[in-house]
C-alpha cells in the first residue's frame, strides 16, 4: 500500500493504492517478548542507536543478562548479542554513534584498556578497534561521525591536540584532515553530509572566530561558506540541507536575533528569512528534507516554537500553529515514503506530548498515543528498515521500548477497496474531527444504522440514524483512527474517522 494512504487514515479522505491495509504501531517483541517490556530483557532507558546495518537491525542496549552490547534482531524478532567490546576484566560500556561505512559498522565504546575510542565490525568478526587516538587508558571521545565520499569524518579529542577533525577511509589508521595549530583547535560540532560528497559543520577558523566550514572530500579542502567571524555561541542548532542550499542558524547578537541563514553553493550566507519581524526568534533547527521541502523549528522564544517549512524558492512559512499559547516542540522528523513523520511535543494536549504526528500540508495530526499522560512517549531514533519504521519510545514503567509502524499491517481486518470512496453515498463530515461526526444522505436512505470499529476491529458502538440531524459522538473515544461500518438496505460502505 502506498503510505499516501497513511495521511488518508488520519487526515482526510484521499485516494488509496492499495485493498486490504490499514496501520499499526506495535511493540517490537519476539518469543523472549518485547524488547524491554513485562520480561525486562533490557533496563530502563539502556536501549539506543537503532541502525541497519548489511539489511539487518541492530541497536546498544544494556541486557539484564548478556549485559551491555551490540544487538540485532532475527528474523523472529528475537534478540541476538552479536558483539561486545570488553577488556581483560570483562568490563564493556555501550556502542553509541553507530554508523555505517561501506560493510563496516563504526561505533564508539569505551573500556578500561583502550578508554571511549572508535571500533569497527564486519557483521561476522568480533569487533576490533579502529585506533588508540589517545594512547592509554585515557580517550579521544569521538563523535560527530559523518559519512561522505566513502570516508568517515569525525571529531576526536587529544591532549596535545584538542578537538580536531579527523579522517578515516575503512582501512588506514585516522588522521587529523583539519586542526587549528598554534591557535585554537577545529572543534567541529553540527556536522553532516553534503550530497555525499562533503561535510559541512560548524568549526573554529584560523582566526580562532566560529563559521560554518564546507569539506569537499575530494579534495579535503575546507572553504568557509559564512564568514561571520562569530563567538562558539552565536551559531548553534543543526545545520539542514535542501538540494545545493546549505540552511543554520546564526545569532548576530543585534535586532535580528537567532534566524536561518541560507548558502546557495556559492560566495557566501545570507540572511533567509527573519522568523519574528516583531522582536527576537529562534531558529532551533531539526532540519530535515521531505519531498523537496526542508522542515525545521522556529519562533519567538524556546517556549514558542513551531514546525516550518522552506521550498528552497519562497520565504519560510508555519506548517501549522498547534499551541498557539505554547511551544509544539519538535524532537525529531523522518521522511518515510510519502509523508513526514514527526515526535512533537503538543503542549496544547496535555495527552500527546512527544507523540508521533502526521504532517500533511499545513496540517499535522496524531498518529497514536502511545504512553498517555503528561510524561508522554518521546518517540526517537527513527529508522527505515525492510518498509517499516522502527523507533524507540517510552513503554509501560518507564523505560524505552523497540516500536515499528508497519503500514502494510491490517489488524483490524477491514477490507477496502481502491478508490472505493469516489463511490460513497453517504458523506461524513468534519474528518478530522475532534468530537461529532455529521452524516449526510439522500433521504431515500434513511435510516440506515453506523457501527464504529477501532483499529482492532473491536465494535464500540452501534447506532441507527433516522435523519440528517442525527450525528455520532466521539467524545469518549480515545485519538485515533476509527471505522464507521454504515449499512443501508441496499448497500455498505466502510469511512476512515480521524479523531484528533
Keep these: 500500500m502506498n503510505f499516501k494512504a497513511l495521511c488518508f487514515l488520519l487526515s482526510t479522505l484521499c485516494a488509496l493504492t492499495g485493498n486490504t491495509q490499514s496501520i499499526s504501531i506495535q511493540l517490537v517483541s519476539g518469543t523472549e517478548g518485547v524488547i524491554w517490556g513485562p520480561n525486562h530483557l533490557f533496563g530502563e532507558d539502556e536501549i539506543e542507536n537503532v541502525k541497519v546495518y548489511k539489511n539487518e537491525l541492530y541497536f546498544a542496549g544494556e541486557h539484564t543478562t548478556l549485559g551491555p552490547g551490540l544487538f540485532k534482531l532475527d528474523s523472529m524478532n528475537n534478540v541476538v548479542h552479536v558483539a561486545d567490546v570488553s577488556d581483560l576484566n570483562g568490563t564493556e560500556a555501550n556502542p553509541s554513534h553507530l554508523t555505517v561505512l561501506g560493510d563496516q559498522l563504526i561505533f564508539t565504546c569505551s573500556n578500561s584498556i583502550v578508554g571511549t575510542e572508535l571500533w569497527s565490525y564486519d557483521g561476522i568478526n568480533p569487533p576490533s578497534l579502529v585506533s588508540d587516538i589517545e594512547l592509554g587508558t585515557a580517550s579521544s571521545f569521538p563523535t560527530q561521525l559523518s559519512v561522505a565520499g566513502g570516508n568517515l569524518y569525525f571529531a576526536a579529542t587529544t591532549a596535545s591536540e584538542g578537538t580536531e577533525l579527523y579522517i578515516y577511509d575503512g582501512t588506514s589508521s585516522p588522521s587529523i584532515i583539519m586542526s587549528n595549530p598554534g591557535t585554537s583547535c577545529v572543534f567541529p560540532i553540527y556536522m553532516r553530509s553534503y550530497k555525499d560528497s562533503a561535510v559541512v559543520f560548524r568549526g573554529i577558523d584560523n582566526a580562532g572566530t566560529a563559521d560554518i566550514i564546507l569539506l569537499d572530500a575530494a579534495t579535503n579542502t575546507p572553504v568557509e561558506i559564512s564568514n561571520f567571524n562569530a563567538t562558539n555561541f552565536q551559531i548553534f542548532g543543526d545545520i539542514g540541507v535542501l538540494g545545493n542550499q546549505i540552511i543554520f542558524s546564526y545569532d548576530d547578537a543585534g535586532s535580528i536575533s537567532a534566524e536561518p541563514y541560507m548558502y546557495n553553493g556559492s560566495g557566501t550566507a545570507s540572511l533567509l528569512a527573519d522568523i519574528n519581524p516583531a522582536g527576537p526568534s529562534i531558529s532551533e533547527g531539526r532540519y530535515t528534507e521531505h519531498n523537496g521541502i526542508l522542515y525545521f523549528m522556529a519562533g519567538s522564544t524556546f517556549m514558542n516554537t513551531e514546525l516550518w517549512q522552506y521550498d528552497g524558492v519562497n520565504p519560510p512559512s508555519i506548517v501549522e500553529d498547534k499551541n498557539q499559547n505554547g511551544s509544539s516542540f519538535v524532537f525529531e522528523m523522518i521522511s518515510y515514503d510519502s509523508c513526514l513523520i514527526i515526535s512533537s511535543d503538543h503542549v496544547w494536549d496535555i495527552d500527546a506530548q512527544g507523540e508521533l504526528h502526521l504532517v500533511e500540508g499545513n496540517s499535522i495530526s496524531l498518529i497514536e498515543d502511545l504512553y498517555p499522560g503528561p510524561i508522554g512517549s518521546n518517540a526517537q531514533d527513527f529508522e527505515i528498515h525492510n518498509d517499516k519504521l ?111
Design 390 to 500: 522502527y523507533f524507540l519510545g517510552r513503554y509501560n514503567g518507564g523505560g524505552n521500548a523497540l516500536y515499528v509502524l508497519d503500514k502494510e499491517d491490517n489488524s483490524a481486518g477491514i477490507e477496502i477497496n481502491e478508490n472505493e470512496h469516489e463511490f460513497f453515498q453517504i458523506t461524513l463530515f468534519p474528518n478530522p474531527t475532534n468530537d461529532n461526526v455529521s452524516l449526510k444522505a439522500k433521504e431515500d436512505l434513511y435510516p440506515f444504522e453506523v457501527q464504529i470499529i477501532d483499529q482492532r476491529g473491536e465494535l464500540l458502538e452501534t447506532k441507527q440514524i433516522l435523519s440528517a440531524d442525527d450525528y455520532l459522538s466521539l467524545n469518549k473515544l480515545k485519538i485515533g483512527l476509527y471505522y464507521f461500518k454504515i449499512k443501508t438496505n441496499n448497500f455498505t460502505e466502510i469511512h476512515r474517522i480521524s479523531k484528533i
